[in-house]
């Protein structure tokens, strides 16, 4: 004889258990779709935390594996550039009166942002302008025999009425460095340095290729002003390839990534028209704050308006690699390290008074991180 009563209790479980590993499954598929990036997270390392007095703007690598930072002046640091040490803590670099507002002499930088080291051991410092007609500089400090190198300076009409000096790329191969000036937005422009001559030429100005797009930084929800308006930024991150063909770069406020011979951009015989022409699009991307690239032409991204680190391949598609909303608020400045990693500022530059309708509301620590690279940065495939 059946007990149906029995029989109905263990169908009744079965439903149960049932229902209870359909809903395990769908916990852990829901963790997986809200965390993209998941385990890719376990090799983003932090390097070094820093309290306020210390807040990153970029980041150079010498070859002997020197950690130069320079200090954002959007949180009023005093020193302008930095060297990290191993137990994290700063000194200034390359010295004191250097790392300072310029004495009577003219030894000092006034604002630094962009900086990087090429494979000679020489970092070269992009120092902005004071405005009324200043020139900005670029000074090249040799860290092999710890004096200067060089200083090129560069006035108007190379740089614009309100310049905004904001990052810069290194090629030894043609003794040239490409920098670009943000600007107000319309007249971003590229400069390209000859470092045999120290001329140099405003390149680009106004091209789609360095202006804004119409586009919202908005973080966590808020819009950012800047100057009491949405700030829409346009030239900004730049870098070369380690075989030193092409310079990649983009407006920050934008959702395409460009690229640029060298010979192209060298090219002094190019109309304004021409140059653009040959000025390729290399593929999407978010609204970003630096870049570099490898030799297999992965261009790496700070994401910022997602607290993301993100790669465009050599197909032009965009992925994120990294996200963390604490350990990544407002990834910045990006490097290759000679192991082939690529190191990261972290500067919650959402937070600092002139994005932040004047208010200071910097959460501690800032953070330097790095994360293996997909492919070697050095030279050659």
């Known amino acids: 004889m059946i007990d149906h009563r029995s029989h109905s209790i263990r169908r009744i479980q079965s439903f149960w258990a049932y229902l209870v590993s359909v809903a395990i499954i769908a916990v852990l ?87 990087r080291s090429d494979h000679d051991g020489v970092v070269w410092m992009l120092d902005q302008s004071t405005g009324e007609g200043q020139p900005g500089k670029i000074v090249g400090w040799d860290t092999e025999n710890e004096e200067l190198y060089q200083v090129i300076y560069l006035p108007q009409p190379i740089i614009a009425d309100d310049s905004f000096l904001n990052d810069l790329a290194v090629d030894l191969d043609h003794n040239a ?77 934008g959702t395409s990534l460009y690229r640029v011979s060298t010979e192209d951009l060298l090219d002094e015989s190019l109309s304004e028209s021409e140059l653009s022409s040959r000025v390729q699009r290399y593929g999407d991307k978010p609204i970003c704050d630096g870049i570099t690239v490898d030799n297999a032409g992965n261009v790496y991204l700070t994401s910022i308006t997602d607290n993301a680190i993100g790669v465009v391949d050599e197909t032009g598609a965009y992925q994120t690699l990294y996200q963390d909303e604490k350990l990544l608020s407002w990834t910045d400045g990006m490097a290759f390290s000679p192991d082939n990693y690529v190191y990261v500022t972290v500067s919650q530059l959402q937070n600092s008074p002139p994005l932040n309708n004047g208010e200071n509301d910097f959460q501690p620590p800032f953070y330097i991180v790095r994360f293996p690279a997909l492919a070697s940065g050095a030279v050659g495939r």
């Open 29 to 115: 598929l829901a963790s997986t779709v809200h965390h993209p990036v998941g385990a890719q997270n376990d090799a983003l390392e932090i390097v070094a935390e820093f309290a306020a007095e210390h807040p990153p703007g970029n980041i150079a690598i010498t070859p002997d594996n020197r950690l130069i930072m320079s200090q954002h002046q959007f949180y009023g640091a005093p020193l302008r550039v930095v060297e990290v040490l191993s137990d994290g803590s700063v000194i200034p670099f390359p010295n004191e009166a250097w790392s300072s507002q310029p004495n009577q002499n003219g030894v000092g930088l006034n604002t630094v942002l962009g900086l």
């Open 177 to 253: 460095i490409y920098v670009t000036d943000t600007a107000s937005g319309d007249n971003s422009a590229l400069i390209v340095v000859d470092l045999n001559t120290g001329f140099s030429r405003r390149v680009l100005e106004g091209d789609i290729s360095t202006r804004p797009e119409d586009i919202p930084l908005i973080i966590n929800e808020r819009i950012i002003n800047m100057g009491g308006e949405p700030a829409k930024i346009g030239a900004n991150p730049i870098t070369v390839d380690p075989n030193n063909e092409w310079v990649y770069y983009a407006p920050m406020s």
